[in-house]
Nanobody, 115 residues
Framework: QVQLVESGGGLVQAGGSLRLSCAAS????????MGWYRQAPGKQRELVAT???????NYADSVKGRFTISRDKARNTVYLQMNNLKPEDTAVYFC?????????WGQGTQVTVSS
């Protein structure tokens, strides 16, 4: 089993920045890819960014050029640096980890961007 704990959410004004962190524990050695998803009220959960074990990244078009995902494999931690935040980025952000056989989710952290 893998446990994921997110931190770093909060309230920020439009144009501001936040950095999310997600620490994996348990059988973290099983993890291949990690990523961030978000869910706004009344909307489906959507992919924000992912990063593989070799560092390949993928971003949603809506965050390209503003968000950066990175990973510290030694600390089993993934980060999401969010710059130039917009009100439409307001959502609960969930950390995700994938092994060969399972998918794991964190409990989510709220990000609120005021206009």
């Amino acid at each position: 089993q893998v446990q994921l704990v997110e931190s770093g959410g909060g309230l920020v004004q439009a144009g501001g920045s936040l950095r999310l962190s997600c620490a994996a524990s348990g059988s973290a050695f099983r993890i291949n890819a990690m990523g961030w998803y978000r869910q706004a009220p009344g909307k489906q959960r959507e992919l924000v960014a992912t990063i593989t074990s070799i560092g390949s990244t993928n971003y949603a078009d809506s965050v390209k050029g503003r968000f950066t995902i990175s990973r510290d494999k030694a600390r089993n931690t993934v980060y999401l640096q969010m710059n130039n935040l917009k009100p439409e980025d307001t959502a609960v952000y969930f950390c995700n980890a994938q092994s060969w056989t399972s998918t794991y989710w964190g409990q989510g952290t709220q990000v609120t961007v005021s206009s």
